[in-house]
């Protein structure tokens, strides 16, 4: 168990401890919202991780280097960019996936475009933006988000 | 007649996430198979890659529950009514910061965001901070911080949030001058 791992569990435990102090109902009802969410969330995990396994079980670091690896220049990262902004997984998985892909060869400038597209676009969630926000707003927040995204993954590439 | 509104986005959201948890299992399944199909015509694959599933598979079993309880606390403790009480009250530098933190709050998915988005904006939030609120939700939330450390490491997670904080500040103010100086060119009405 690494120390993130232990820092995560502590922070929960105390948090339900602190939680059963004060209230022992609302304590109770947080775990039943875990409990549910937890089971929700699980098949994408079991999907998530089965990609992972196939990646870096069939696919070579040679290969994904290739699309988005340093030798891959801005294509890559816009590419993995855009495929971020298309995909909609829970953000929580998209940090393991990223790990792997990370693993296989791909540059930092390319995971870093793909966590940040990923979790600030939404384009599976866009009509509802739409519909609340107006078209305006959301197409700015979408379309700009994307172009800060590929800086902040520039940046990222850059300095690590 | 918001209880009732309330209760109807409720009802919607329980209708997705149940079709989402069926397409999730069926693309599970679909996924299963075509696993099981390659590694029987690539027999030499099955260490490789059942050792990489079984690593990420311990990894997120680490966390997930903890994350899980965190996201739960939070969900009681900290209704949404809080987070819109406080950020429809903030303004100038006081109010991005807080725009940040209460969007960070571990308080679900985006698309509860846009509701509740949209009714800080008709009661007069300033375009800036919503803009910060909706993007540190969408990228900046806790739990998410926790697992990117977890499987990123400390260097990334940490660059990378800095530089997200940064940039989506900066979005904020530019939309809010764009939309501003599109209101005043086309006429209010379609502002919102």
């Known amino acids: 168990m690494n120390v993130t791992a232990i820092i995560i569990n502590g922070i929960a435990v105390v948090g339900l ?67 971020g902004a298309l995909m909609h997984i829970p953000a929580l998985l998209s940090f393991p996936l990223a790990a792997s892909l990370l693993e296989s060869g791909a540059s930092v400038t390319a995971v870093a475009a793909f966590i940040t597209t990923l979790t600030m676009i939404g384009i599976v969630t866009l009509p509802l933006e739409i519909k609340e926000l107006g078209k305006k707003m959301a197409l700015l927040r979408n379309g700009i988000s994307f172009v800060i995204a590929i800086i902040i993954a520039l940046i990222m590439g850059a300095i690590l | 007649m918001k209880g009732t509104e309330n209760k109807k986005i409720n009802k919607n959201m329980k209708e997705k996430q149940k079709q989402g948890m069926i397409r999730d299992l069926i693309i599970l399944g679909i996924i299963l198979a075509v696993t099981v199909i390659l590694l029987t015509a690539f027999p030499d694959r099955k260490g490789p890659v059942i050792g990489a599933s079984w690593d990420f598979l311990l990894e997120m079993i680490l966390i997930l529950p903890a994350v899980m309880v965190i996201l739960g606390l939070f969900a009681v403790f900290v209704p949404k009514e809080t987070v819109v009480r406080y950020l429809g009250k903030a303004s100038g530098i006081k109010g991005i910061i807080l725009a940040i933190i209460l969007g960070a709050l571990p308080t679900g998915p985006l698309y509860i965001a846009f509701p509740m988005a949209a009714a800080l904006l008709k009661k007069g939030a300033k375009i800036s901070n919503i803009i910060v609120f909706l993007s540190a939700w969408a990228c900046i939330k806790i739990p998410q911080e926790m697992v990117e450390l977890q499987f990123l490491g400390v260097q990334f997670m940490i660059s990378r949030l800095i530089l997200t904080i940064i940039f989506v500040f900066i979005m904020g103010l530019f939309i809010e001058r764009i939309i501003k100086w599109r209101d005043k060119e086309g006429g209010v009405k379609n502002a919102i």
């Open chain 1, 17 to 83: 401890l602190i939680a059963f102090i004060k209230d022992k109902r609302k304590a109770i009802k947080s775990l039943k919202i875990a409990g549910v969410s937890f089971i929700k969330i699980l098949p994408m995990v079991f999907i998530i991780i089965i990609i992972i396994g196939l990646l870096l079980g069939f696919v070579t670091p040679d290969q994904i280097s290739k699309f988005i690896g340093e030798q891959s220049g801005i294509g890559g990262v816009l590419l993995v960019g855009a495929v």
